[in-house]
């Protein structure tokens, strides 16, 4: 399992996440599950999922069909547009564009590019997942895990 490591950097006075940690670990949770597909390895599917232990959910399928994308575009699009700028920010601060230090800046360049496309290009960032939780490390909390 992946451990976050807690960096002695705490966010500056006033910083605050705008954001429900809670809804962060959910789309962890789904952007890794996201990450993890491989390519189709049962091409005559069409039996009981059951049957094939269920091995289907992995396979990167079109983007239309993909059910784990599609929940997590639903998800991300249904958050009001400052936890989207919010989420943005916190993948930048977790990828290392921008210090915590440096929240307020991050956040005023994602207000500034804000669009109506904030889950795909959250989505197309390869590392989503460990993007957010090295972010909400850096604002001291984690998804619980171990």
Known sequence: MTQIIVTETEPPPGVELGINPDKVCHIIAKARAFDAKEQVSDPDS????????????LEDLPDEADATRLELVEFI??????????????????????????????????????????AEYLLKLPLLGDYLEEGLAAFGENCGES
Not at 46 to 57: A, I, M, Q, R, Y
Not at 100 to 107: D, H
Request: net charge negative; no cysteine.
């Open 46 to 57: 069409g039996s009981n999922e059951t049957d094939d232990k269920n091995l289907d959910v």
């Open 77 to 118: 699009r249904a958050l009001d547009e400052d936890e989207q700028l919010n989420l943005v920010a916190l993948a930048w601060v977790g990828r290392g564009t921008y210090e915590i230090s440096e929240w307020r800046e991050a956040m005023s360049i994602a207000r500034s590019e804000h669009n109506k496309r904030t």
